[in-house]
C-alpha cells in the first residue's frame, strides 16, 4: 500500500505561483509514475502533469504548459508541481496519484493510489 498526502495548496492571486507537494509512504516509487490531476466543481478530473517512472519524462497538459512543472525527488519519495502565473481557471482541487507501472497516463482510473487533495484558489 502507498499513502500519499499532498501539501502546498492555499489562496493566491492572478499571477502567483505556488507549489505543491507530494509525500508518499508504504514503499519506495522511485519506479511508478506519478501524476498531478485537478477537478473543479462541478467538472471531471483531469490531468495536469505525470513524470515517468525509471526515465523521469514528463508530460503537461497544454492548459498548463509552459505555467507548470512536475519534478520528483526519489531520495524524499515526493513529488512537486511549481506552478507559476496561475489563473482564476486553475482553481480546482489537485490531487496527486500513483501507479505502479512506470509509464505516465492521462486517464485517472489506471492510477492505483490518490491523496487526498488540496485547495487551489486562484482570485483575480
Known amino acids: 500500500q502507498v499513502q500519499l498526502v499532498e501539501s502546498g495548496g492555499g489562496l493566491v492571486q492572478a499571477g502567483g505561483s505556488l507549489r505543491l507537494s507530494c509525500e508518499a509512504s508504504?514503499?519506495?516509487?522511485?519506479?511508478?509514475?506519478m501524476g498531478w490531476f485537478r477537478q473543479a466543481p462541478g467538472k471531471e478530473r483531469e490531468f495536469v502533469a505525470g513524470?515517468?517512472?525509471?526515465?523521469?519524462?514528463?508530460l503537461e497538459a497544454d492548459s498548463v504548459l509552459g505555467r507548470f512543472t512536475i519534478s520528483r525527488d526519489n531520495a524524499k519519495n515526493t513529488a512537486y508541481l511549481q506552478m507559476h502565473n496561475l489563473q482564476p481557471d486553475d482553481t480546482a482541487v489537485y490531487y496527486c496519484?500513483?501507479?505502479?507501472?512506470?509509464?505516465?497516463?492521462?486517464?485517472?482510473?489506471?492510477?492505483?493510489?490518490w491523496g487526498q487533495g488540496t485547495q487551489v484558489t486562484v482570485s483575480s
Open positions: 508504504g514503499r519506495t516509487i522511485s519506479s511508478a509514475a
Open positions: 513524470i515517468s517512472g525509471r526515465t523521469y519524462t514528463t
Open positions: 496519484a500513483v501507479r505502479t507501472a512506470p509509464w505516465i497516463a492521462i486517464v485517472p482510473h489506471v492510477y492505483d493510489y
